[in-house]
């Protein structure tokens, strides 16, 4: 039976000492590495300094003077950095999407995305789409990503998928792991093999998503012979960065011995951190490995639970 579908079967209510854990680490730990990302998140995410000239602090409260008379003499890169700094600094302005179309249509790819990005959180879908488009013409390498995701949220899985292997080629790791979730949807062997392709492709470049995915495809033998240790090492790779349901997966595994030798207190560290992310199957399965615990690994426990509380209080101090 798959470990995530054993977790979810053995279901029951945590102990008070383990909820008030969950309640204190949920409180200040983002929820991170979810398989389904919402399209606003992902650009979010993508409109970066990354896009920019480089030549301008944005922590000025006034733009630098050298990128506005450049910007104003039509150069398109201090255009587009100078976009950056009004999205950045006076996001309510329209500032940002004048320069970034000035530099736009000037043919500049990075500042085509930008603009794709603005429009998209404008609520402008279908002019967004077209700079996106433009931006992927132009060979700007996040681009083809961002198109796919939005198609994808239009309904149009042919254009998302064209877009996705277009990224994908140019070696864009988040079109990668996109194939690769899609591709994973579909349940052929064929399409099993384009989902292990294109993970591990996403994967070599640190995505733990695409760790987790091919985690799932060795431990249940989708298209390959099942490899419980193979998948232990993905699961753990992605684990490591933060992915719950990966952390929920080794969780599982430390407990029942499957692809990892067998170790009820490293089951349940793994378990508390995915559930302190909100990761259901792990809450649900904690009680079973924590019913378990001879007196000494309950001691353990108490006491890493106490170190990492104090750890992430010394960091929260730290970083106010």
């Not at 200040?28 to 602090?57: C, H, M, Y």
């Not at 255009?79 to 500049?108: C, T, V």
């Not at 579909?186 to 994967?203: G, H, L, N, P, V």
Request: proline fraction near 3%; hydrophobic fraction near 45%.
């Amino acid at each position: 039976m798959p470990l995530h579908v054993v977790a979810i079967k053995m279901a029951t209510i945590p102990s008070r000492r383990v909820s008030l854990y969950f309640a204190t680490l949920h409180a200040t730990r983002p929820i991170l590495g979810s398989w389904e990302v919402t399209l606003f998140k992902a650009l979010k995410e993508l409109l970066g300094w990354v896009s920019g000239s480089g030549g301008n602090d944005r922590l000025d409260p006034t733009p630098s003077a050298d990128i506005l008379a450049r910007a104003e003499a039509g150069d398109a890169e201090a255009a587009n950095e100078l976009g950056l700094w009004y999205a950045e600094i006076q996001p309510a302005s329209r500032k940002a999407e004048f320069w970034f179309r000035r530099a736009a249509d000037a043919g500049l790819a990075r500042a085509q995305y930008n603009l794709g990005v603005l429009t998209m959180r404008l609520g402008r879908t279908n002019e967004s789409i077209g700079w996106f488009r433009l931006a992927v013409d132009g060979g700007w390498p996040s681009a083809a990503f961002a198109l796919g995701s939005v198609l994808e949220e239009q309904g149009d899985r042919k254009g998302a998928v064209e877009a996705f292997e277009t990224g994908a080629h140019r070696e864009c790791a988040l079109s990668q792991d996109a194939l690769g979730r899609l591709a994973l949807e579909e349940e052929t062997e064929a399409s099993y093999e384009a989902a292990r392709y294109w993970s591990e492709k996403a994967a070599q470049q640190g995505y733990a998503s695409a760790q987790t995915r091919l985690g799932t495809i060795f431990h249940e033998g989708l298209g390959v012979a099942r490899d419980p240790q193979l998948a232990a090492w993905w699961f753990l790779q992605a684990a490591h960065q933060g992915h719950a349901g990966a952390q929920a997966m080794i969780g599982v595994a430390s407990h029942l011995g499957v692809g990892l030798t067998a170790n009820r207190l490293n089951a349940a560290r793994w378990l508390l951190v995915s559930a302190a992310q909100g990761n259901p199957a792990a809450r649900a399965y904690f009680p079973t490995v924590e019913a378990e615990l001879t007196p000494d690994e309950r001691l353990a426990l108490e006491e890493w639970i106490d170190r990492e509380d104090r750890e992430r209080k010394a960091a929260k101090k730290g970083g106010a």
